[in-house]
């Protein structure tokens, strides 16, 4: 395809066509002939050709017909009419069939070139214009997917999200902030101080809009019982300082979860305090003198002592709980023999229990190997008997069962002790809470033991169940699921 | 010898009530404050501390915030200064939480609940718990 252009010239006198093509070769463009209207079809529909000469008055198929043809069906074309009468009559029939121009009979070289570059040119520019036009179609296509795309995404976002302009309107929002700060329909485009009804938000962006410069601000909101943290930065275009936008992130869950732990630490604190303060006590009536009797001393001495041993405890237990909360320490799973640990385990309480005079009686079923940690199975086991003795009367007696039961094993530790008051069932297992009655006061420890079990019980997708009957005793059951945890031997 | 021994008689007239559930806490201070000439009363949780209070009118009571519920002291020193035979008690309350750690109560006297006489942290030493009563019942 010739670059500078191609041309058919259309004339049944060959003297025109072959003139032509000479004059338009020499131009550089690429020239053909047709001696009739047909003719000149049949080369259009094979051929590509940017302009077309048509002498009106054509054998065959006429020259307007021709045009009218060209129009409807290559309107890319550009039409030139070539009149052997130079009548007004002629151009305008021309012109109506869509001729861009006309070159009457005869005509200089000069004159066709000058035609013909200006109906090239023209075709160039129609060509031009619909690049550009449809360029921009698409541009402007892209840009409202793009605007779509950016309003879904901010719409999705779980963060609240505003937009202020430079005169503190609120020109952009999501979804999110609609609900959080409960943004009415017709918001947009209003001040901030009519639009959203938060006096602590609106003044963060004013703040940040009179600086004049680009900067964030941060600050935590409480919003109707839920906390966020808003951040409000300066949106900059050119150095200039055109606008702000806010975010609100909801962190209820992240505070909540600082303030389980604040309190926790407190109650540990307490937990701490307390022994220390009465051992301190207690070596200070003994030190100043105050307290002679010997007997009272030795006596002061065991109670500061027995505190000692409960503050020990305690950090143990918290270094128990600490443990089960951080992910780092993996649980060795290994075959366990309960039966042997449950035995080893009642001969070092035998001490403890012969003290108050409890009997402790195993029953345990012959059961297959359990894959458990057995630092875990120890401390479950330890805590559920220490409290059966703690808890016990004197002379009583502590059970202990091992069995199948259903799809479980069940580790089951009976007391015969002071029981459960029913109001306390369900908050002994709370981290330090402890039964506190006439009966339970003397009774050392930290209120720690139960949730430990707990804890472990539920990381091996077991349960714990509690009877209890005040004045008579307890019974605690672990069931493990078999399933999951036994080993076939 | 003869003005000391008065000086004793005098303050042993002085009651205290101690309503703590710290067995081992009572007990120490109840043994400290006797050898100081007072007398002590113990109860161990707040009910039984409001009723030891009606039975011996005491001349001070010394509360502890935390017993079996977390805020029982309160509730205790609420119910003392309702009852118009025990309002002028004073009233001294412990805890062993710091003011500095957050907790859902206030500690600072406010007039939705009551005024205390002071509030002492936990743990107290002898020494220090004595000045305070004498500041207040000398």
């Keep these: ?33 047709a001696k009739d209207g047909l003719e000149a079809k049949e080369k259009i529909r094979r051929e590509k050709f940017d302009l077309v000469l ?73 060509q031009e214009m619909r690049r550009l036009r449809e360029e921009q179609e698409k541009n402007l296509k892209l840009l409202s997917q793009e605007r779509t795309k950016l309003k879904s995404v901010i719409n999705s976002m779980t963060d609240g999200v505003l937009v202020v302009n430079r005169l503190g309107e609120l020109v ?17 485009n209003r001040p901030l101080k009519e639009a959203v009804g938060n006096d602590l ?17 941060s600050q935590e909101m409480d919003i109707d019982d839920k906390n966020y943290l808003v951040n409000v930065a300066a949106v900059v275009d050119d150095g ?25 630490l407190s109650m540990v604190s307490h937990e701490i305090r307390s022994p220390l303060g009465v051992i301190e006590g207690y070596l200070d009536l003994i030190l100043k003198g105050i307290v002679k009797d010997e007997q009272q001393i030795k006596d002061m001495m065991k109670k500061a002592k027995e505190r000692a041993q409960t503050l020990r405890q305690l950090v143990d237990d918290l270094l128990s709980l600490a443990r089960m909360e951080s992910e780092r320490v993996k649980k060795e799973l290994v075959p366990l023999d309960l039966r042997k640990i449950i035995s080893e385990m009642v001969d070092l309480y035998q001490d403890k229990a012969e003290e108050k005079n409890i009997k402790i009686n195993i029953n345990l079923e012959k059961i297959p190997a359990i894959l458990m940690d057995r630092n875990d199975f120890i401390l479950v086991f330890t805590n559920l008997l220490d409290n059966a003795i703690k808890y016990n009367v004197k002379g009583g007696s502590v059970n202990i069962y091992i069995k199948k039961e259903g799809p479980d094993l069940c580790l089951r530790v009976e007391d015969t002790g002071i029981g459960i008051p029913p109001e306390s069932r369900e908050r002994i297992f709370d981290e330090f809470y402890r039964v506190k009655n006439e009966k339970t006061r003397r009774i050392p420890g930290t209120g720690l033991g139960l949730s430990i079990v707990q804890r472990i019980v539920k990381a091996y997708q077991g349960r714990i169940k509690v009877d209890s009957s005040e004045g008579r005793g307890s019974v605690f059951s672990v069931y493990l699921p078999l399933e999951n945890f036994a080993v076939e031997v | 010898m003869k003005n000391k021994m008065e000086q004793k008689q005098t303050k042993k007239r002085r009651k205290i009530l101690l309503i703590d559930d710290d067995v081992d806490f009572a007990y120490l201070n109840k043994v400290f404050l006797e050898s100081k000439g007072y007398q002590v009363i113990i109860s161990y949780d707040g009910e039984e501390g409001i009723k030891r209070a009606r039975q011996t ?6 509360l502890d915030v935390m017993m079996s519920r977390m805020t029982e002291g309160f509730d205790v020193a609420r119910e003392l200064k309702a009852d118009e035979e025990l309002n002028n008690i004073p009233i001294i309350m412990l805890t062993a939480i710091r003011k500095k750690e957050k907790l859902p109560w206030t500690f600072e006297p406010d007039d939705t609940w009551l005024p205390v006489n002071r509030f002492l942290e936990k743990p107290i030493s002898l020494e220090k718990l004595l000045e305070e009563i004498e500041k207040i019942i000398k």
């Design chain 2, 57 to 62: 009118k005491p001349d001070l009571v010394i």
């Design chain 1, 201 to 217: 938000l609106i003044g963060m962006i004013n703040s940040l809009l009179a600086k004049q410069k680009k900067m964030t601000l």
């Design chain 1, 54 to 126: 048509v002498d009106l008055k054509l054998p065959q198929l006429s020259g307007e017909d021709l045009l009218h043809w060209l129009h409807s069906s290559n309107p890319d074309i550009v039409p030139v009419v070539i009149t052997g009468y130079p009548s007004f009559d002629g151009a305008v029939t021309a012109v109506k069939e869509g001729a861009y121009d006309y070159i009457p009979k005869p005509f200089t070289s000069g004159e066709l070139r000058r035609v013909v570059r200006r109906g090239l040119e023209r075709k160039w520019l129609i």
């Design chain 1, 172 to 188: 952009l929002y999501n979804c999110a902030a609609r609900q959080i700060l409960n943004l009415e329909e017709r918001c947009l």
């Design chain 1, 240 to 264: 200039k300082l055109i606008g702000a936008v806010a975010s609100l992130k909801d962190i209820t869950r992240l505070r909540r979860f600082s303030e389980t732990k604040l309190a926790f």
């Design chain 1, 1 to 33: 395809m010739n670059k500078k252009g191609s041309v058919l010239v259309v004339d049944d006198e060959v003297s025109i066509c072959e003139g032509c093509k000479k004059i338009l070769l020499k131009e550089g463009l690429y020239v053909d002939t």
